[in-house]
């Protein structure tokens, strides 16, 4: 049963000259999502703790539409299905920025991720006003605005939120709707909207794949100097410590370090003592999973390395990576994009390897869709021409 005190009558306090309304309990919620069932577009974000878990803590909830910002917190309420039925609602556009980890927490509050996301992130990038431009650089840059940042290592799980804290969440969405009426009107122009829709699409599907505790190794750095065979290692030990910390709901760190799965795949120690004796591994880490480990080692080394063991070697190929990189920048600046949102290095090793392993037939996603026309062509022509 929610016990939460009644709303507030009024706004909390005004930011931006919107007014902002805090919901603590499910009927303020139902009335509020009641409210943007009918908006056209709504700004949302999100406050979360993840300092000692894998998966984020959710703590606040922020949503702004045409009739001012409400900030919901969802800590002491019992029925959240309301929220879920807006941000599925495909009528609604929903406007945030650099999304992913807000993604994250809206999915693990209402058990489902939202539907027509309007990246402000990422369509500032096709309009061209960088990569990567953080929420208060874009509002600077396009109004001319500069938003605290007073309270972004706050503890937003603590109770009662302090007014620095309330008015840091409501800054955080109180321009995305002028943010989404400007750069969609500029996207408009540039004939880009589509490229955006499908940019975001892979990026969502990217994310989809990322999330697979068999793809864990291709976070862990370092990995590139390891041997096939030894390679292989890595593959079954970070899946391993994937499944591990998401059990146990803790940071991949706090299972073992990086550097120990490195560690463990170049040796392949033999028993608990070599275990212990690795620098990278603590003694209570070799004690706890030792077992766990070497139960990896062994599953990996029963079986031949696979294709992710063995990349194709690029350093003969140094030559051809410079030249794909300036066919990048040259492209970037006839279209004022940022090269990065072309195709970053990593983009553009994958693409090489790809092609060098199974042919131009074997391009990454990322480089089909909106990138074939624009830049793909060019960076293939480019391959073509590689001594």
């Known amino acids: ?83 879920a ?26 058990g489902s991720e939202p539907h027509n996301v309007f990246d402000s992130q990422l369509a500032g990038a096709f309009a061209g006003h ?13 109004f ?68 697979r505790p068999d793809s864990a190794f291709l976070k862990v750095p370092g990995r590139e100097r390891l041997a096939p065979r030894d390679h292989a290692v890595l593959r079954a030990l970070a899946e391993w410590r994937e499944r591990e910390a998401m059990r146990r709901d803790i940071p991949r ?17 033999a028993g608990g003592d070599a275990l212990a004796s690795l620098d990278s591994v603590s003694p209570r880490a070799a004690k706890r999973y030792a077992k766990a480990v070497f139960d990896c080692i062994s599953t990996a080394s029963e079986n031949p390395p696979g294709d992710a063991d063995t990349p194709v070697d690029l350093q003969p190929h140094a030559g051809t990576i410079k030249r794909l990189k300036r066919t990048v920048k040259n492209q970037a600046m006839v279209l004022d994009l940022p090269p990065e949102l072309l195709a970053h290095r990593r983009a553009l090793e994958a693409l090489l390897r790809g092609v060098l392993a199974g042919g131009e037939a074997n391009v990454p996603p990322e480089f089909r869709g909106w990138r074939s026309e624009v830049i793909t062509h060019a960076l293939l022509e480019s391959i073509r021409e590689s001594p």
């Open 85 to 110: 039925d807006v941000f599925t609602a495909p009528g609604i556009v929903k406007v945030m920025h650099a999304c992913s980890e807000d993604l994250e927490v809206l999915e693990l509050l209402t």
């Open 253 to 269: 760190r706090y299972v073992l370090p990086d550097a120990a799965l490195v560690d463990i795949a170049a040796s392949r120690p």
């Open 144 to 211: 001319g605005a500069t938003l605290d940042k007073d309270a972004t290592r706050s503890d937003w799980l603590r109770r009662p939120l302090s007014p620095a804290q309330l008015r840091y969440a409501a800054l955080d969405v109180a321009y995305l709707l002028p943010v989404h009426e400007r750069l969609y009107g500029a996207l408009a122009s540039l004939g880009r909207l589509d490229w955006l829709g499908e940019e975001f699409a892979h990026r969502l599907n990217a994310r989809g794949n990322d999330k």
């Open 130 to 142: 960088g990569f990567s431009l953080g929420y208060r650089s874009l509002v600077e840059t396009l």
């Open 1 to 83: 049963m929610n016990n939460s005190p009644t709303e507030p009558q009024g706004p909390v306090f005004d930011a931006a000259g919107a007014p902002v309304d805090l919901v603590t309990s499910d009927a303020g919620l139902g009335e509020a999502c009641a409210r943007w069932s009918s908006a056209a577009v709504i700004g949302v974000d999100t406050e979360f703790f993840r300092e000692r878990t894998y998966y984020p803590r959710p703590a606040l909830v922020q949503v702004a539409d045409a009739d001012g910002i409400v900030l919901v917190d969802p800590l002491g309420m019992d029925d959240l299905s309301p929220l």
